[in-house]
């Protein structure tokens, strides 16, 4: 079996695949480490997702994976506790509370209408992406280097061909309902916070703290169909300003960096699926458009794919 693309959808897609006794190898166009995955925040939540049961399967799916990964001590996996700061009553409970153990709404801090509190997996990506290659090696799964034009380039490499391509799965897959999302962030250094904090209605844009463990995250931005991912210094001070005015302590912290990335975004939600119109003699499996949810389900959408090569 081959699967196309590196990123934490791919690398969980080639894992799955191999344990469950398949001869996988990989090909990316980008080193792991060089995908919008390693620029991934990382913390379990279905982020501009619909209440979609097969998304509600795949996010629960991968966070008991995730959860178990972090009572294992897999690098980079820790369960955070997170408040949810809300700018509108909401009296019940979001969808996707079913896959959370510990969700409960509590009275609102001062200012808000409403508060969640949750504990989910937070995942720092570079060790995490570092892992899922080392897993992969021990599995006996190559990982090579390889750009292609058309899916058609791989059709004689395997007799099963997964897509986890990303934002180039437009391209790839003839798919027009794939757009880029760009999402802005500031790393700042951690003055000692362990709690993700979360404010994704405010005014300015979703703002979002998420401690790691020598940094902080500041977040965000969430920009359908911009694809400039130069730094912006003005929007940087904006970011870590609606950070700061949620987390006072965050006051004076180093700034570490910017980081810029594509969110693969697409109309309709995730493509998992089997392509009957794929190139002739393979089997050809789509998994992409998960936007910025892709650490989120992963794991779950990875264990459809090994159903659908099965079949």
């Known amino acids: 079996m081959?699967?196309?693309?590196?990123?934490?959808?791919?690398?969980?897609?080639?894992v799955r695949l191999a344990e469950a006794g398949a001869r996988v190898r990989v090909i990316t166009a980008d080193e792991p480490a060089e995908t919008v995955s390693r620029i991934a925040a990382a913390v379990w939540y279905p982020t501009r997702t619909d209440p979609d049961p097969r998304v509600l399967d795949w996010a629960g799916q991968t966070f008991d994976e995730l959860a178990a990964q972090a009572a294992r001590g897999v690098p980079g996996v820790v369960m955070r506790p997170t408040r949810m700061l809300l700018r509108a009553e909401v009296s019940d409970h979001p969808w996707w509370s079913a896959a959370v153990?510990?969700?409960?709404?509590?009275?609102?801090?001062p200012g808000y209408a409403g508060e969640w509190r949750f504990t989910v997996p937070s995942v720092e990506m570079a060790p995490y992406l570092e892992w899922l290659r080392e897993r992969l090696a021990g599995l006996g799964v190559p990982v090579r280097r390889q750009r292609i034009r058309t899916l058609?380039?791989?059709?004689?490499?395997?007799?099963?061909?997964?897509?986890?391509?990303?934002?180039?799965?437009?391209?790839?897959?003839?798919?027009?309902?794939v757009y880029p999302v760009r999402g802005r962030i500031v790393v700042v250094a951690n003055p000692g916070l362990s709690t993700s904090l979360r404010d994704e209605g405010h005014p300015a844009g979703p703002t979002y703290v998420h401690p790691r463990s020598r940094d902080v995250v500041l977040g965000g931005t969430f920009e359908p169909?911009?694809?400039?991912?130069?730094?912006?210094?003005?929007?940087?001070?904006?970011?870590?300003?609606?950070?700061?005015?949620?987390?006072?302590?965050?006051?004076?912290?180093?700034?570490?960096?910017?980081?810029?990335?594509?969110?693969?975004?697409?109309?309709?939600?995730?493509?998992?699926?089997?392509?009957?119109?794929?190139?002739?003699?393979?089997?050809?499996?789509?998994?992409?458009?998960?936007?910025?949810?892709?650490?989120?389900?992963?794991?779950?959408?990875?264990?459809?794919?090994?159903?659908?090569a099965s079949r």
């Open 101 to 109: 153990p510990d969700f409960q709404i509590v009275p609102p801090a």
């Open 2 to 14: 081959l699967v196309v693309g590196a990123g934490v959808v791919g690398l969980t897609c080639a």
């Open 152 to 177: 058609r380039e791989v059709a004689g490499l395997a007799p099963v061909v997964v897509n986890a391509t990303g934002l180039a799965a437009g391209r790839l897959a003839d798919d027009p309902a």
């Open 225 to 308: 169909y911009e694809t400039d991912t130069a730094p912006d210094e003005e929007v940087a001070r904006a970011i870590v300003a609606r950070c700061v005015a949620l987390v006072p302590e965050l006051a004076g912290a180093p700034v570490l960096g910017q980081l810029t990335g594509l969110r693969p975004a697409r109309h309709g939600g995730p493509r998992v699926a089997l392509d009957p119109s794929g190139p002739d003699g393979i089997r050809l499996i789509h998994n992409y458009g998960h936007g910025g949810a892709g650490v989120t389900l992963a794991w779950g959408c990875a264990a459809e794919v090994v159903a659908l």
